[in-house]
Each structure stands twice: as structure tokens, then as C-alpha cells.
């Protein structure tokens, strides 16, 4: 659950203060499938970054789970981020260096080094698991640049599944894709997100990928200007 108050962020650059964030208030309940739509530069990833406790608001609160973000140091959202939250990028993010299989187990390794968190799931097993389930069995040795476009995302979205998130973010997941391939991974993102009981809140500029979740919230220009229940929860 995500209960966001009064958020506000301004960017202050070359002594010019530019506000992209007017007051936004958001909920998004347990489970929920949310999409965040708008033009591009309307606020939309700082709104996300807000959200997942990655930045700090000029303004106004959020709770992640009970949790209100402002009061935790750093280390302890690092921590926060580590055990709750999931994340898909743009442009995928994999660690070219790493195989598919190494780059699923990341945010593991990186839960374990931040919480000395000793899960009590077989990761190996897990990593298999998801990456089998988004249709990449036969490539769990393979590095990003062994891999197309598509299926560097698909190894992003059992990444982001791996430490079992309360909650995932995805940012524009299908913007580096092509029309089909991108509605593949966004089918795969739906289905594990249900099948993981996970809270899905999607940024994205198509209307299509928009109209498949449960809320969609429109801004422009910092503000929230519209919702729609396209697929009530
Ligand atoms: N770190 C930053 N410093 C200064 N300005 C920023 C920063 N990040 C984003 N902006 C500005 O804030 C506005 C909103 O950006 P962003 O949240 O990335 O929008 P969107 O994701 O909807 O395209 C844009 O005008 C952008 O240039
Ligand atoms: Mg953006």
C-alpha cells in the first residue's frame, strides 16, 4: 500500500528553481494495478522516484506500507527499497558483465549485503524459476549482449521479481521495444505481477498498456488531471 500526501518536488538548477511536482495525492492499494500516464516532462518519473523513496520530496509525504519515507535515513530506505520494492527500466539496466541468471540474483545479493537478510527460499531455484516463467529457460548462461532487446527485458522483469517485492515500479518498460515485443513483456509483467501478488504501479505514455490496469492516473505538468477505472480492482 502506498499512501502519497501533499508531494511536491522542485529542481533547482544553475540558481533556477523549476517546480515539477504541484501537490500530488495518490493511494494505491494493496495489489493494485496503477498506471501513471502523461507527456513526456509532465513529472512522471519524478513522481516514481518519489514514490520508491529513491528522492526525497520538497514537499508532502509518502508511505510505503505504514512506513513514512521521510522519517528514515538513507541507509535505512536503501534497506526499505531492498526488501519491498521492484524495479524495470527504460533501457533494461542488466550488468552487461553478468549473465542472465547472475543478474536476476542481484537485487538478492544486494537485500543480503544491506539487511543481512538470510531468505529462507532456494534463490537458485528462484532465478530459474523466473526466468524459466518469462520464457528465457534456454538462456539463463547468456550475457545482455547475447540477447535481443526483448529478452534483455525479460531478464529485467525476473530481476525485479527476484526478492518476492511488495511493490514494483516500471518506468516506460516497453519505450526501447517494438510494438509487439513490448505487448509480450507487458503481458508478462501482468501475469507475474498477479501471480507474485504484487502492487504494480506502471509509467507509461500508451494508452493501450495503460487501459489494461486497474487505475489510471493522467498528469500534466505536475498535477494529477484526470482518473479513470478502467479494469475496477
Ligand atoms: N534531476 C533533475 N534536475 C533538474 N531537473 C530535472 C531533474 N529531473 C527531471 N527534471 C525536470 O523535471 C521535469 C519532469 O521530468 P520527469 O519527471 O523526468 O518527466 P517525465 O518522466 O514525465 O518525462 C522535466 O522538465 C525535467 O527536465
Ligand atoms: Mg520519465
Known sequence: MIVAEGLEQTYTSVGQA????????????????????????????????????????????????GQNLNSLTEDARARLRAEKIGFVFQNFQLIPTLTARENVLVPVELRRALAGQTTEIDVEERARDLLRRVGLADRIHHYPAQLSAGEQQRVALARAFANQPSILFADEPTGNLDAETGSTVIDLLVTLNAEEETTLVLVTHDNALASRAHRVIRIAAGRIIAEERPNPQ
Request: glycine content about 16%.
Open 18 to 65: 523549476l517546480k515539477v511536482l504541484h501537490g500530488i495525492n495518490l493511494t494505491v492499494e494493496p495489489q493494485g494495478f496503477v498506471a501513471i500516464v502523461g507527456p513526456s516532462g509532465s513529472g512522471k518519473t519524478t513522481l516514481l522516484g518519489l514514490l520508491a523513496g529513491l528522492d526525497r520530496p520538497t514537499a508532502g509525504s509518502v508511505e510505503l506500507d
